[in-house]
Structures are given as structure tokens and as C-alpha cells.
């Protein structure tokens, strides 16, 4: 995913050096050209062969002498917990988007349900037998991951003991499955205004939204603007704004919600959203241009 959202800032920003963040933690400038001609980001490796940099470390005391500006097409992991964020401030090196502070709160969704942002009741390991009995579906997701990674729904036994076995190797927070309309709203923070964009209405395929109906499926419908009644988009916006604020984000964010009837409910917040031709902030972002 975050070769994708390269391809749609390399496209955006046709002078931008591209340097390339392997998996094993060396850095590398990438070609221009092997990375527009790269078909299937989602699926395929980038082959990069360019210039070696070296470790992160090295690359960050680089970008620092340099004076360089960082435009960050990074999702999960580092980029998005606060840690690569930390690194850059440490060395004075200038990025785009979220400080570190609001980047660890916002990639912690336990911590985010602890602030005075309205969200849906969290439960336990323990407490998701008798969860399970109320509710009647829960779902539950690693408390330090993005893009619906390791998404998980629990709807019998069978399903609680697979949540005992994943949560034993990551944290994991669970919730009440909301069965109404899911929605996500953007925030762009230009020349120090913050600007809500126009909610998206989201309609998987199958009724999930996971990684493969983002990314995957061609039958996802995502609707910029959202249909949804002009005081529930407007409600969105808002709700968007006061996350961004709570968690001190700063140059952009998308918030994601629960829309039942006439009530707005937040789910979570990511400081670095996908930038890909598929995502959401994007469709926004379009969806605002003047005509």
C-alpha cells in the first residue's frame, strides 16, 4: 500500500527526490520510472535497484544536512505509531503531517477511546463472553495497526478462542459490531486553516470493509459526498474536526464513523492516511475542488 500511495504523490510532486524504505530497514533512492511502471503495488514487491543510502538513521542525518522536506507515503508500523516521526523531530528534519505525540495517541486505539471522543463501549478478553451474549456480534482489531489489518469478527465460541489465540501475540480492542453505515471524514489543515472535506459513504461488497474490499474489490461503492441526509454530513464534518483537534494532528487526518440514523459514531482517527488511487482521502480531496 505504500508504493501505491507513492505512485499518487510521485504523480503530484514530479520533481520529488524518491527514496525507498526496504523491509530490511536499509534505505535507497527508487527510480521514478520503476516505480510508475509498477502494476500491482498491493500484491508485488517494488523491484528498487537505485542508489544505496543506508539505514534509516543514516537516511534522517542525510535529509537533515540537506534540509530536506519529508512527504510521507509510509502506512503501519513506524510511520504511523509516532516512532518515525520521533526520529525526524530528534533531527530537526521537516515532514508533512502529525507530530509524534499525536501520531502515538492516534495509532493507540485504547488510548483514543480514553479521551473525550465518543466511542462505542470497549470490552475486555474477559469481559467478551458476556459481551458476545449482549451484543450478539463483536469485532475486534490489533490496537496498533492500520488499513483493517488483522480485523477479526466474533459471532460463536469458536470465534472467542480464535481471539484468545491472536490476542496472546498483540494487544487487541473490542467493541460491539455496529451493523449501520460506516463513513470517514477528512481533515486538510491549509495555511493554518482546518478545512473538513466532504464525508465518504462506504458500501462493501460483502458488508465488510476490510483490507481486500479497500485495496481489492472493484465492487466496494465509496460515495463522495456521502448521501446521507445534509445535518449527518454535517455532523461528520464536525466530529472530524473536534478528532483532529483532541489528538493535537496536525496537516491532515480521516476519522472514520458508525452512522446509524441520525447518530455519529466515531470509530478511530489515522494521522497518515493512504494516499493511494483507491483511497478515501484522495476521493475527498477531489470531491472538494471547485468546479
Not at 37 to 48: G, I, K, M, N, S
Amino acid at each position: 500500500m505504500s508504493v501505491a500511495s507513492t505512485q499518487t504523490l510521485a504523480e503530484a510532486l514530479p520533481e520529488a527526490e524518491l527514496w525507498f524504505w526496504r523491509r530490511d530497514g536499509l534505505v535507497q533512492v527508487c527510480s521514478r520510472d520503476v516505480l510508475m511502471r509498477h502494476a500491482r503495488p498491493f500484491e508485488v514487491d517494488l523491484p528498487v535497484t537505485g542508489e544505496p543510502i543506508g539505514s534509516l538513521e543514516v537516511a534522517l542525518d542525510r535529509a537533515s544536512r540537506e534540509h530536506r522536506l519529508l512527504v510521507l507515503g509510509l502506512h503501519g508500523g513506524m510511520a504511523e505509531s509516532g516512532e518515525l516521526a520521533a526520529l525526524c523531530e530528534a533531527r530537526g528534519v521537516h515532514f508533512a503531517g502529525a507530530g509524534s505525540a499525536a501520531s502515538r495517541l492516534a495509532f493507540d486505539k485504547v488510548a483514543v477511546a480514553q479521551t473525550s471522543l465518543a466511542t462505542p463501549p470497549t470490552l475486555t478478553l474477559a469481559s467478551a463472553p458476556a459481551g458476545l451474549a449482549t451484543y450478539g456480534k463483536l469485532v475486534a482489531e490489533p490496537v496498533a495497526d492500520g488499513s483493517s489489518y488483522g480485523l477479526l469478527f466474533v459471532e460463536s465460541p469458536d470465534d472467542l478462542r480464535t481471539l484468545g489465540e491472536v490476542a496472546q501475540k498483540e494487544i487487541y480492542l473490542i467493541e460491539p459490531f455496529m451493523a449501520d453505515v460506516e463513513a470517514t471524514c477528512g481533515v486538510l489543515e491549509q495555511n493554518g486553516a482546518l478545512i473538513a472535506l466532504p464525508p465518504v459513504e462506504i458500501s462493501p461488497a460483502d458488508g465488510v470493509f476490510d483490507y481486500a474490499a479497500k485495496y481489492l474489490t472493484s465492487t466496494t461503492r465509496e460515495i463522495c459526498p456521502a448521501g446521507f441526509k445534509g445535518q449527518v454530513n454535517a455532523a461528520l464534518q464536525d466530529a472530524a474536526m473536534k478528532a483532529h483537534a483532541a489528538i493535537g494532528a496536525s496537516g491532515y487526518s480521516r476519522s472514520d464513523y458508525i452512522v446509524a440514523g441520525d447518530r455519529v459514531t466515531f470509530l478511530e482517527i489515522n494521522t497518515l492516511p493512504s494516499l493511494t488511487r483507491a483511497s478515501l482521502f484522495p476521493k475527498e480531496l477531489a470531491a472538494a475542488r471547485p468546479r
